[in-house]
């Protein structure tokens, strides 16, 4: 890797990336290696998946109905006027998501409570905490405009927690700078400058800033594919805002290692260090029902889910093959923008054999 030294007042780069992916910036000839899947045999198994989704969608609706019925008598007593008639409406359309979010619970309290894997049903066996420093991972982080000195507490406490591990040799750190703003670049450059020289030699942090935020943060993510993907199997995508913990990187990590299909993997995000009462319950609530409500979907919803767009684990092979989609017809919001923006919110769940090339949107 070669490394680039450059003084503090400069505003480029406070260190370039590999130098071998530097010759390869264009999509055309950003050529990476081929990821080989396994057989279909060695899949892992979803058993039922459609008899799960049956009587999943059964219970909600006939909740939902019961619901809307009893809601209904309650206000036909004195007749009804076009106002109760419109709340009858929307307290059906809301007690309907209600529902879903109810039996999605109760089955992720059963899988939770009986130590049971959500997508094979079968006792949760632990994974292995050891990575292949060899099949590398990219830990990057796209900033556009950010407060430097709360971007930059948060990248160090995410590091430091990563080296705590034992395992931070399998990762690279990127700070991928959209900012236009002279003065904020500045800041992430000496601030990222500092960082560096605090991590030592324990953990590689790069900086790369782009002159032209081209597709916003999807183009930002795209052309780190473009220019250093093959250098890479994975990228652990983070918010600006985003503080993950060592243990939780190193698995996320483990479990695409140990799944050559597994193309994208997200955890639960949740927040902290609210201040206010409303923050306070928040919190609360999120910290006690995530976690159930995030094994519940994975019991009914099965290899097929939402992705939100950061906190997650993505095979870059598959990224690159698949989330590049040319741009929308029409005018914005609809159009006019990258349909990869659209694209990078849905999963990716099986990586083919064959040649991949950089295609971005």
């Known amino acids: 890797m070669s ?79 076009m106002l109760e008639m419109s709340i009858w409406l929307l307290f059906v359309v809301m007690f309907a998501w209600l529902s879903v979010s109810f039996w999605t619970g109760i089955a992720g309290f059963l899988v939770v409570a009986f130590k049971r894997d959500p997508l094979t049903l079968g006792r949760v066996k632990p994974l292995a905490q050891t990575l292949d420093p060899k099949r590398r991972i990219a830990l990057v982080m796209p900033v556009y405009n950010e407060d430097t000195e709360r971007v930059i507490a948060g990248l160090e406490a995410t590091c430091r927690s990563l080296i705590d591990t034992g395992q931070a040799a399998a990762f690279d750190v990127f700070l991928l700078s959209d900012t236009t703003d002279a003065a904020i670049a500045a800041a992430e450059k000496q601030a990222a400058y500092a960082l560096r020289q605090r991590l030592g030699n324990e953990l590689t942090l790069y900086y790369r800033r782009r002159e032209r935020n081209i597709g916003r943060k999807v183009g930002n993510l795209s ?24 243990r939780t990187m190193v698995g996320m990590a483990a479990s695409m290692q140990a799944n050559p299909r597994l193309a994208l993997l997200q955890t639960v995000p949740l927040p902290v260090r609210s201040s206010t009462l409303f923050g306070r319950f928040l919190q609360f609530a999120a910290t006690l029902y995530s976690p159930m409500l995030a094994a519940g979907q994975s019991v009914w919803q099965g290899d097929s889910a939402n992705y939100w767009g950061h906190n997650a684990i993505i095979r870059i092979t598959a990224f690159v093959d698949y989330c590049g989609l040319p741009p929308l017809p029409g005018k914005a919001p609809m159009g006019a923008r990258s349909s990869a923006t659209i694209s990078s919110r849905q999963p990716c769940c099986a990586v083919p054999a064959g040649k991949s090339v950089c295609t971005p949107g």
């Open 3 to 81: 490394e680039q030294e450059v003084s503090l007042g400069h505003t480029e780069r406070v260190k370039t990336p590999p130098g071998p992916a530097e010759e390869k910036a264009s999509p055309e000839s950003s050529a990476r290696r081929p990821v080989q899947a396994p057989p279909r045999s060695e899949e892992q198994r979803i058993p039922l998946l459609w008899l799960r989704r049956l009587v999943f969608f059964t219970l909600s609706l006939l909740t939902a109905i019961q619901g809307g019925y009893m809601m209904f008598d309650i206000l036909r007593a004195n007749g009804l006027s």
């Open 223 to 246: 052309e780190f594919c473009c220019r250093w993907g093959q250098d890479y199997e994975s990228m652990l995508v983070l918010d600006a805002d985003s503080v993950m913990g060592g």
